[in-house]
């Protein structure tokens, strides 16, 4: 089963930029749907961004614009570029990899972001 580790958070100003980084034991490029999470404060966890094996990218209205999500298969890592993060971007960020062929979700640990006014 795939292994994620997510890194990259912490505090920045509203406006300002982060790259979140979640880092997988297997080939995601070939066999997972990625995708970012997030849990904001006294919200439940809500879908933000995804990436498919054939790079076909979606995300959350409240980001698109602002967020990109991408991938690199040499690293086995996929990224979520965030820019002009505004304070409502604060949370928890998890990455989750869907098996394609099993169907079995994985989960990371998740990655605090911090935004000030």
């Known amino acids: 089963q795939v292994q994620l580790v997510e890194s990259g958070g912490g505090l920045v100003q509203s406006g300002g930029s982060l790259r979140l980084t979640c880092a997988a034991n297997?080939?995601?490029?070939?066999?997972?749907?990625v995708a970012w999470y997030r849990q904001t404060p006294g919200n439940q966890r809500e879908w933000v961004a995804l990436?498919?094996?054939?790079?076909?990218?979606q995300y959350l209205e409240a980001v698109k614009g602002r967020f990109a999500i991408s991938r690199d298969d040499a690293k086995n890592t996929v990224y979520l570029k965030m820019n002009s993060v505004k304070v409502e971007d604060t949370g928890i960020y998890y990455c989750?990899?869907?098996?394609?062929?099993?169907?079995?979700?994985?989960w990371g640990r998740g990655t605090q972001v911090s935004v000030s006014s």
């Open positions: 989750k990899a869907q098996n394609l062929w099993s169907r079995v979700e994985t």
């Open positions: 990436i498919t094996p054939r790079d076909t990218t």
């Open positions: 297997d080939r995601v490029g070939e066999n997972y749907i």
